[in-house]
Each structure stands twice: as C-alpha cells, then as structure tokens.
C-alpha cells in the first residue's frame, strides 16, 4: 500500500501550515533574547503543556517505542509513566526557577553553586543534544520518510534537517511552542487512529491479549533478564526521568517561558496528564504488530517499522496522510525544541558571558548560527550511534542512563540541602560525566575487552545508572561536608532552606485546588497502569 494523491495533499497542507505559523512567530517582536529564547515570557498554561509534550514525543519515541515494543513488550512502558515527575517539575522545581528568572538550568547551577558548575553543565548539555537528540531525531525521522513516502533515508534526514532548521532559525521560541500546540493535536489523532485500526484488526483487547501472549504484556521482566531486569527497571528510569523532566533545558525551557508561577506550574500539570497518553497510543501499538505479524497479517521488515508498518497497513486513504502528518509532527516538534535549546544553552552561556557587551540583536543572530551547528553535528552521530543498540528507544534510553545520574543528583541535593556546596557540586559533576563517556566508549569497544573492563562495558544499563546516581550522590555529600559551607545570604531562594517566608507564602498562593485534584489524578492513572500490566 502507498500513498496516493489525497494522502500527499494532506502532508502538503500539513507542512504549509506550520510554515505558516513559524512565518507570523518571525513576524512577531524578536529584538531581544527573551523574546527570540522564552518567547517574551507571556505563553500560557495551555501551550506550556502542549509544548512540553510535543517536545518530549519525538519521531524516536514513536518508531523506537513501538519497535522496542514489538519485541520486547510493554516494558519500556516504565519510561513512559513518568507523568508524575512532571508533576515534581511543577511543584517542587519550578518556584525556583520562576523566583530566580534564569534563561537557562546551567544558569540557575551558577546561581546556586558556580560559573563553573554553569559552563560544565552546558558542555555536558550540549554534548548530550548531539547524541542522544538530534540524531536520534533525525534518523527516526528518516526511517519514517523511507518506509511510508518511500524516500531514500540520507534524503529524508537531509529535508528533515533544512525544514525544521530553517522555521525553528525563523520564528525562534515563539514558532516552537505555537507549532508544537498543533503538533500535538495531530499527534494523538494521528496515534489514537492507528491505535484504535490495530484493535479493531486484531478483534479487540481479548483477542489482542491473546495472540500477543501475556509475556507482551508485563511491565516487570525477570531479574535475570539481561536487558531490562526488573530491580533495573524500578530504580534506574525514575533517575534519568528527574534530570530529563525537572533540569533538562530541553523540557523546562517552556517553563521558563511561562507568564508566572501559575501558568507555569498548571502547564507542567496539563503536560502530565498528556504524557499518560504514550504507553496506549504508541506502546501498545507497538505490541499489536508483533501480533499481525506473529499471525502473518502483517510483513514486519525490522522493529522499528512496527509503528509505521501499521500506518501503511491499517490506515485508509486520506485517513494515512493524516496519521503521517502526526508522525512528521512528532518529528519536527522535537527536532525545533532542541534546535532552540541548544542555540539558547550556547548564545546565553557561552557567547553572551565571552562578550557581555554583545546586542541583544548580535545575540539573536549567533543562536540561529549555533542550530545549524548543532544539526550538522547530530548527522555525523547517527552511524555510530548503531554500534552501541541496535533498537532506537534502548540507545537513546542507555546513553541517557550515562549522562543523566550526576546532573540529577546536583539539582535535587542542590536545592532540597543548603549545606550542599559548589565543590561538591564540581567534583560530582565532573567524576560523573567522565565514567559516564568512559562507559560509552568501553561499550562501543567491549567486544575487545576483558576483565574488569568487559565487565565495565557490558553491566546492564540500568544497574550501571544506579550505581553511578549512588556514587553521584556519595561525592557530592562527602566533598560538600569536607570543605567550607556556602554562603546561605547568597543562595536565598534557591533552596527550600533559605526561602523566605514571603516568597513561601507568594508560592502557596499561586496554586489552586483544582490543580491538586489533577495531580492526584495522575497519580492514580499511573498506579493503576502498573497494577494493571504486572504479572
């Protein structure tokens, strides 16, 4: 099955519409750097939440999360219940960054411990972008181009580059966050009409459960299991989720964007309910392949063709053009959030503190230099990127599971512990990051080694990540404790032990009930996921 005429129409108008709205964002007042990064700081909760899970929802959480699926299971659903460390963005992180009005999270390091600690947390920042965002991104991107338009895959990471390059360089925060919004409509039309044709197909949820087998359907494998054991899978994803969710530029940055404290934290709510939608609509989806295929009603090429695959099997006519514009969707809305995340990481922390005496306008035009950069730099990744999995969501979530421990473990200690101090927060960082990378250069290499240093490149994942957010944690206390306690007049407001009570008091005023209700909410939907696929 191919698309036809009617199916290409509606990618077209698709593509013109957000090319649309990214040319009236560049229209809008882009003088300064807090109109070009945070969008003048007047976006509200509504947008926030859409853009934040349209950030989060990229091409690679559709391919490679129902590939993995298809596979494996439903396992790597536990990344995708994290609904409620959004919630932790919005309670407990975000009065801090609302009260410290930073541009950026190695900002706000800076602001709690040191212009080190700020301009180290960028280069791991952006290091991070490069491999585990863009090309990531772009190479799911291209996988979607080559299985449902059919076009060669260095072509369609080369469009998807320019097109997504040149509306994010355009209309800069505002053309991401508005086209994120529409982004996120067709997204979960799109992934819900594909979920809802695989059902219906396999003859409903009865049916579905089991040709699949109840194997497929079991958040907690065993603890021997060499991929995802589940002690592994309980401890380690929550980890990476509290420095992606609650510090990574990447998500936060809409936040940031947010007119208050309210908008921002009702935004970082709505976003959570949003993201119980993932384990149905693209999980599941996942699973339902490797039914159609186990039962030869499908032709499955490789795992991570099972989301497209369905497109082009289940979906009809005009309907197809449609669910492929959701996943072009997903595609682009990710592939801009950290095109501007990274030209804000580099234009604010690095080029604005070399010459402060730089015009917001000079300021502009270097963040839109800086994501031609960073794009390029993801490009050349990709090949290598194959060496270290050969399923799209496990890499991106094993090379995460080595950056994210130490930046975690900074953050939280930093603001719930004011004894906490700059050297402690350096010697964390910088002892993490380097046995991180040495991990992913020994696993790119471990067919060659032995020993202790086989042993160092082949331990799951999960436990590594574990052991590295407890080392993390154990260097920053031991070294804080050893060396002098920080100026607690510097650090006021940026930990909950030097708030004062004004700011306290403004903080339990701009939330209200109905958000407490909401989160709750949350809460239980995710609880009841994990009763429901245990066993």
């Not at 800069?172 to 594909?194: N, P």
Request: net charge positive; with cysteine; aromatic share 14%.
């Amino acid at each position: 099955m191919s698309f036809l005429a009617i199916d290409w129409v509606i990618v077209v108008l698709y593509f013109l519409t957000i090319f649309g709205i990214a040319w009236w964002s560049m229209k809008q007042k882009q003088r300064s750097t807090s109109d070009y990064f945070l969008a003048g700081r007047h976006i509200g909760w509504f947008v926030i939440g859409a853009s934040i899970f349209a950030s989060n929802i990229g091409a690679e959480h559709i391919v490679g999360l129902a590939g993995t699926a298809a596979k494996t299971g439903v396992v790597m659903g536990h990344y995708e219940l994290h609904a409620w460390l959004v919630l932790v963005l919005g309670w407990v992180f975000v009065p801090f960054y609302m009260r410290s009005r930073v541009f950026t999270m190695p900002e706000f390091l800076e602001l709690r411990f040191s212009p080190k600690a700020r301009t180290f947390l960028s280069l791991i920042t952006l290091l991070s972008y490069v491999v585990t965002k863009v090309c990531v991104n772009v190479y799911a991107g291209a996988v979607v181009f080559q299985t449902l338009l059919g076009i060669d895959f260095w072509t369609g990471a080369l469009f998807i580059l320019i097109f997504t390059g040149i509306y994010t360089i355009l209309g800069g925060m505002r053309a991401v966050v508005y086209t994120e919004t529409l982004q996120t409509i067709v997204l979960i039309i799109g992934s819900v009409t594909v979920t809802i044709a695989g059902l219906i197909k396999l003859g409903g949820w009865q049916n579905f459960h089991a040709l699949a087998g109840s194997g497929h359907f079991n958040l907690f494998l065993p603890a021997n299991h060499p991929e995802f054991p589940w002690p592994g899978m309980i401890l380690a994803p929550p980890i990476v989720g509290l420095w992606y969710w609650c510090t990574d530029q990447y998500i936060v940055q809409r936040a940031l964007a947010a007119k208050n404290e309210t908008q921002a934290r009702r935004g970082s709510i709505f976003a959570a309910v949003l993201k119980l939608l993932p384990f149905y609509i693209f999980i599941l989806p996942g699973v339902m392949a490797f039914a159609l295929a186990k039962t030869g009603q499908i032709d499955l090429a490789s795992a991570d063709q099972a989301f497209p695959t369905l497109v082009m099997t289940l979906i009809p006519t005009g309907l197809r053009g449609l669910v492929a514009g959701g996943l072009l969707a997903a595609l682009m809305s990710s592939l801009a959030a950290v095109f501007n995340s990274s030209s804000t990481l580099f234009t604010i922390d690095f080029y604005k503190k070399l010459k402060p005496g730089t015009s917001e306008k000079k300021l502009v035009l270097v963040g839109r230099i800086a994501t031609a950069v960073v794009a390029v730099s993801g490009v050349i990744w990709i090949p290598l990127m194959k060496s270290i999995s050969s399923e799209l969501y496990h890499y991106l979530q094993s090379v995460q599971s080595y950056i994210a421990p130490p930046i975690a473990a900074v953050f939280l200690l930093g603001i719930f512990i004011k004894r906490i101090n700059s050297r402690g927060a350096m010697a964390a960082l910088v002892s993490g990051f380097v046995i991180g990378m040495a991990r992913l250069t020994a696993e790119l290499f471990k067919n060659s080694l032995s020993g202790f240093m086989h042993w160092f490149a082949s331990v799951n994942y999960l436990y590594f990540c574990v052991m590295l957010f407890a080392f993390s944690i154990a260097v920053l206390v031991v070294v804080s404790l050893l060396t002098e306690r920080p100026s607690y007049e510097k650090i006021q407001g940026l930990t909950y032990g030097t708030t004062v009570a004004a700011d306290k008091a403004a903080s339990r005023a701009s939330w209200k009930w109905v958000d407490v209700v909401f989160s709750l909410v949350v809460v239980a939907a995710v609880a009841f996921t994990l009763i429901y696929f245990t066993g």
